[in-house]
């Protein structure tokens, strides 16, 4: 495991005609199997489960799922069984995300799309309760206040002063955790890679109500909402050639479904002037690189030379 994340500078004539200086907290180089902010989600919810005695872990995910692999390889790590409620049916030949999962030793569930819906009722996961034998329950993407926590440790491991923070957003359970650790002159900026993605700011608020913090004077956080590329998992050849152009010029790789849109976004933000001269900005990797073999096989093409 490597933490603290290494944190990079990247330079560019874009960046130098714009005046801004850009770092990368590279949480993809955190580990191959488990993705970078779903590490930060599982830390705490892994402290509590084994504080707890609990004799297994069961979460939710679809089938090319950062969090269900990322809890997989952690239950094995730790030799806690692992049980995966896969959304949709099963499809053989595995991906090579739940194939991995299962090689750790994940059991895997698949219920139907309406059942899926129900992952956060409380009737629901009492039956799993009852079903699994009192398994330490995480939610979908590890969205709960523990990995809320997680997340406001990677501001925690910047040691120098910065005005922006940058990261993509599926529950907005990053951005949340980013957002706490802010000092009241820096702001946090969403990238929700799903359409419609204002309901982040409920998701956040949400979150900060668990916690009992107020939410109104924390920092404002600002979602950047133009780059979802059509929704969840949804690409576009324009994407795709970015990611390519991306790591040619950086030799950092980026995944279609989250990362590469919050590059996309982020640079486009720099052409349209959104951060002022002199702007010290990071930009968090979340990682999801794992993701790529499992695109490449879906759609038969090869994302990298
Ligand atoms: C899950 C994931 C996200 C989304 O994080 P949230 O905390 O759910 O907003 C972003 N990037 C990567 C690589 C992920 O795997």
Redesign the pocket.
Known sequence: MNIPSPIQKLDSPLFKEKEVEVWIKRDDLIHTEI????WR?LKYNLEKCKAGNYKSLLTFGGAYS??ILATAKIGFDHNIKTIGIIRGEEHLPLNPTLQQSIEFGMELHYTSRTDYRKKAEQQYLFQLKKQFNNPYIIPE???NIE?VLG?KDIVEEINFDFDYIL?????????AGLNLALKPHQKAIGIP?LKGGEFINKEVSHFYKLLNTDYSTLNKIDLALDYHFGGYAKHKQELIDFMRSFYKQTTIKT?P???GKLFFGFMDLVKKDYFPRGSKVVVVH???LQGIEGFEKRYKFKLYQ
């Open positions: 993705s970078g902010n779903k989600k950062n969090h993407g590890g969205g990995g997340c990261t993509d957003c599926g529950t907005g359970a990053t951005l890679v995944d479904i989250y990362t979340t990682g999801g």
